[in-house]
């Protein structure tokens, strides 16, 4: 049976709202321009065509996100009872969509494709922001963080596409990448194996940096695989670690009870 988590306020709360908020105020009002989308970004170093499908090698490698999305809801889904189990839902709902959203971008790459890759990383961030913020803070408050956390991901994809303005998305993509680490660091455990999380992050980061190598990567391999490919497959390591974190996780004796005290 799950336990309800409410963290009484203290320095935690107020140090993660500055957390998430800053970013976005400096965004803002800080760097105070729009940050419009790159048109570069839609070239990739490997456009060949297979099994009359275009650019295949980058449509073919989000098949990964699928797989893990799938065994990712199939565990959720069995799982009743578990913590933020809706939340864990939606992020792994948003991970399985990336294979058709970004599969459709990379199949035909423009703004307009873009917002359907986006999409579903948007879902599949909130729905870990929310999760993790469920389990730490307030499972109380599980649904109105995960509903909040949508409409502002889902609405910075919308506020780009009408505004050419990437400055919302930003901080959307990045927020959670940042909470992470502060939430394993402030707030006390209340199950095993939350340094998965952390295996999570690194992933993240080497996708990030064989994105940004993608005709280096494409090239050293004598045109085997792009960077933007390797990209894909590093990225869907991420998700696998949150699954295996849950899978393998058994409550902390006493988490609960020190969580609701909380030091202050």
């Given at each position: 049976?799950?336990s309800?988590v409410t963290?009484r306020p203290g320095?935690?709360?107020?140090l993660?709202l500055?957390?998430?908020?800053?970013?976005?105020?400096?965004l803002?009002?800080?760097?105070?321009?729009?940050?419009p989308?790159d048109?570069?970004?839609?070239?990739?170093?490997?456009?060949?065509?297979?099994?009359?499908?275009?650019?295949f090698?980058?449509v073919?490698?989000?098949?990964?996100?699928?797989?893990?999305?799938?065994?990712?809801?199939?565990?959720?889904?069995?799982?009743?009872g578990?913590?933020?189990?809706?939340?864990?839902?939606?992020?792994f709902?948003?991970?399985?969509?990336?294979?058709?959203?970004?599969?459709y971008y990379h199949?035909?790459?423009?703004?307009?494709?873009?917002?359907?890759?986006r999409l579903?990383m948007?879902?599949?961030?909130?729905?870990?922001?929310?999760?993790?913020?469920s389990?730490?803070v307030s499972?109380?408050?599980?649904?109105?963080?995960l509903?909040?956390?949508?409409?502002?991901?889902?609405?910075?994809?919308?506020?780009?596409k009408?505004t050419?303005?990437?400055r919302?998305y930003v901080w959307?993509?990045?927020?959670?990448l940042?909470?992470?680490?502060y939430?394993?660091?402030a707030?006390?455990?209340?199950?095993?194996?939350?340094?998965?999380l952390?295996?999570?992050?690194?992933f993240?980061?080497?996708?990030?940096?064989?994105?940004?190598?993608?005709?280096?990567?494409?090239?050293?391999?004598?045109?085997?695989?792009?960077?933007?490919?390797?990209?894909?497959l590093?990225?869907?390591?991420?998700?696998?670690?949150?699954?295996?974190m849950?899978v393998?996780?058994?409550?902390?004796?006493g988490?609960?009870?020190?969580?609701?005290?909380?030091?202050?």
């Open positions: 049976m799950q309800t963290v320095w935690r709360q107020p993660l500055l957390l998430v908020f800053c970013p976005l105020l400096g803002l009002f800080l760097y105070g321009k729009p940050i989308q048109q570069g970004f839609h070239l990739f170093a490997d456009i060949r065509t297979c099994l009359g499908v275009n650019n090698g980058n073919a490698s989000n098949l990964l996100f699928l797989v893990v999305g799938a065994i990712g809801m199939a565990w959720c889904w069995r799982s009743a578990m913590a933020a189990r809706n939340s864990w839902f939606v992020f709902l948003g991970v399985a969509l990336v294979f058709f959203g970004s599969g199949y035909k790459p423009n703004d307009d494709s873009l917002v359907w890759d579903p948007t879902i599949a961030f909130m729905g870990l922001f929310a999760a993790l913020l389990e730490h499972e109380k408050r599980e649904l109105v963080l509903v909040s956390a949508l409409v502002i991901g889902v609405g910075s994809v919308i506020l780009w009408y050419n303005d990437l919302v959307v993509q990045v927020t959670p940042l909470a992470i680490p939430l394993i660091a707030y006390p455990g209340r199950f095993t194996h939350r340094h998965y952390l295996y999570g992050v690194g993240y980061g080497l996708a990030v940096v064989a994105q940004y190598f993608d005709y280096g990567i494409y090239g050293l391999t004598a045109a085997g695989i792009s960077g933007h490919s390797v990209k894909h590093i990225a869907a390591a991420a998700p696998f670690c949150v699954y295996l849950l393998r996780r058994a409550p902390i004796e988490g609960s009870r020190k969580a609701e005290v909380g030091r202050g």
